[in-house]
């Protein structure tokens, strides 16, 4: 629908829907959210871009109006299926983390800019990449067609990753995504 959502964690009502993408126009699939000090990213898994939804310093969501398109450049390319999926954020927003889930690949990207990096993984991959959770230089990559979560260090830069291994259980079927409580992980069959 090329569309996305923000609702009240509370009572479940929907404060704000967005049209980000006209899907008439040509693919879209809005994928993912991360939300920052300063934003929610949603990202487009046919579409090279970003979307932006503004959050004031007081809580307050952009409206329509606010939505900003954000360009994918530099070392991350589209190609054909699904590409950006999961996106995580590091603790201060400045820098966000994509996976590609056609290629394998894990990207950062400067969100004023719209500008991406590969993180060098050393010859690993994820491919069928989707949900990503960011904790300190962990990354949790989940694997959905592959039933695992990666699990990466990452340089203080970002700019490589190491495998440290996967998380395999008979009970994951397709997991698409991942959140963290205390020491605990959390997965979407």
């Given at each position: 629908s090329g569309?996305?959502?923000v609702y009240d964690a509370v009572t479940g009502a929907t404060l704000r829907a967005f049209q980000f993408a006209d899907p008439a126009a040509g693919g879209t699939?809005?994928?993912d959210v991360v939300v920052t000090r300063d934003a929610a990213w949603f990202t487009?898994?046919?579409r090279p871009v970003l979307y932006k939804v503004p959050i004031a310093s007081n809580g307050a969501i952009g409206g329509p109006a606010d939505v900003q398109t954000v360009p994918l450049t530099g070392a991350l390319?589209?190609?054909?299926?699904?590409?950006?999926?999961?996106?995580?954020?590091?603790a201060d927003g400045k820098t966000l983390v994509v996976v590609q889930t056609n290629t394998g690949r894990l990207f950062t990207v400067t969100p004023a800019t719209g500008a991406t990096r590969a993180i060098d993984l050393g010859g690993a991959s994820v491919p069928f990449g989707d949900g990503l959770l960011l904790a300190g230089r962990t990354l949790y990559v989940v694997?959905?067609?592959r039933n695992r979560v990666a699990v990466f260090d990452l340089?203080?830069?970002l700019r490589a990753g190491r495998l440290l291994g996967t998380l395999d259980d008979p009970a994951l079927d397709v997991p698409t995504t991942i959140?963290?409580?205390g020491y605990n992980l959390?997965?979407?069959n």
């Open positions: 569309q996305g959502y699939f809005v994928n487009d898994s046919l390319v589209y190609g054909p299926g699904f590409n950006v999926n999961g996106i995580a954020a590091t694997q959905n067609r340089s203080r830069d959140a963290g409580f959390y997965a979407v």
